[in-house]
């Protein structure tokens, strides 16, 4: 894959980074903005609205959120994230690196959580007001290595890491799906191994 070009009508490329809990994500996004001299961001959380949206569906003490309430919290920290970081950078001509996007709305609340999948990608393309990325680069880790990782990290897991392991065998099905559905824009890449050794792959896979 060459170019990074896709359906932006902007000057600036749109990449993202998905995957399940302990993927690599945050490591690889980056690498990769800095080696772009990207706009890095994530989500949730990357504007005062997000921050406050994610230690809400975060906190491991919520017990009683309903699946389509954490979707429709998760599109509107979207909506905040492209309308604030993510369409003025692209608008300027600049590159944005994220850590999620969209997919992960799919895989997380669709796959994850059994919620419809037409219904999530109609509030997601809402939320995203037409932005889509150039390309989007999922990381795949088998599901034993990624929980290993995650336990190794020596915190507390988080609401979405505490899940059990049917969830992130759902989420992790989710991902193969989605990739396998839009291989023009998706691209899987071994997040096995030394970090330099993934962002190596990420680099051929990119054309860089």
Do not use: C
């Not at 991902?175 to 824009?185: H, N, T």
């Not at 190596?200 to 990119?206: C, G, K, P, S, T």
């Amino acid at each position: 894959m060459t170019g990074l070009r896709g359906p932006n009508a902007m000057n600036g490329r749109f990449i993202v980074f998905e995957g399940g809990e302990g993927s690599g994500k945050s490591t690889q996004a980056r690498l990769l903005a800095q080696r772009l001299g990207a706009v890095l961001t994530h989500e949730p959380g990357a504007t005062e609205v997000g921050r406050r949206v994610r230690a809400l569906v975060l906190d491991p003490g919520l017990v009683a959120l309903d699946g389509r309430a954490e979707a429709l919290l998760m599109a509107a920290d979207r909506a905040q994230h492209v309308a604030e970081v993510i369409r003025p950078a692209l608008e300027r001509g600049e590159d944005v690196v994220s850590d999620r996007f969209t997919g992960s709305t799919l895989a997380y609340q669709g796959f994850g959580r059994g919620l419809p999948l037409d219904e999530l990608v109609s509030v997601s393309d809402w939320a995203a007001g037409g932005v889509e990325p150039d390309v989007v680069v999922l990381l795949d880790v088998p599901l034993d290595v990624a929980l290993a990782r995650v336990a190794a990290g020596g915190t507390a897991p988080d609401r979405m890491e505490a899940e059990d392991r049917r969830f992130h065998e759902r989420v992790a099905t989710g991902y193969q799906w989605l990739a396998a559905a839009d291989p023009a824009r998706w691209v899987v890449i071994d997040g096995t191994g030394e970090v330099e050794k993934v962002a190596a792959r990420v680099a051929e896979a990119l054309g860089l």
